[in-house]
């Protein structure tokens, strides 16, 4: 099985930064995307920013010009700088993986960790 873990939320004042992290573990042939969603109450789960496996980023727009998404391949491991902090960026903020795993027959399969809290407030 693949293990996703998240690390790097907290409480931030605004204007400050926060480095998220994300890395998967398992029996991993290869990750498709890797990225960051978040998600507050009475909203739908919006996408903030991802990378491909060949290095293409989207970002929302929202955090566009204050945020980088970047990798490390050989650790299965994305990372997310969110710099210039709002309090609307105030959400929960889960990893996500497309993921092909070590066995023949097996599609890639979409993972999620189990989000970790960002709060912008002061």
């Known amino acids: 099985q693949v293990q996703i873990v998240e690390s790097g939320g907290g409480l931030v004042q605004p204007g400050g930064s926060l480095r998220l992290s994300c890395a998967a573990s398992?029996?991993?042939?290869?990750?498709?995307?890797m990225g960051w969603y978040r998600q507050v109450p009475g909203k739908q789960r919006e996408l903030v920013a991802q990378?491909?496996?060949?290095?293409?980023?989207t970002y929302a727009d929202s955090v566009k010009g204050r945020s980088t998404i970047s990798r490390d391949n050989a650790k299965n491991t994305v990372y997310l700088q969110l710099n210039s902090l709002k309090p609307e960026d105030t959400a929960v903020y889960y990893c996500?993986?497309?993921?092909?795993?070590?066995?023949?027959?097996?599609?890639?399969?979409?993972?999620w960790g189990q989000g970790t809290q960002v709060t912008v407030s002061s």
């Open positions: 990378i491909s496996s060949d290095g293409f980023t």
């Open positions: 996500y993986a497309m993921i092909r795993i070590a066995r023949a027959e097996v599609p890639p399969i979409d993972y």
């Open positions: 398992g029996s991993i042939l290869n990750i498709h995307f």
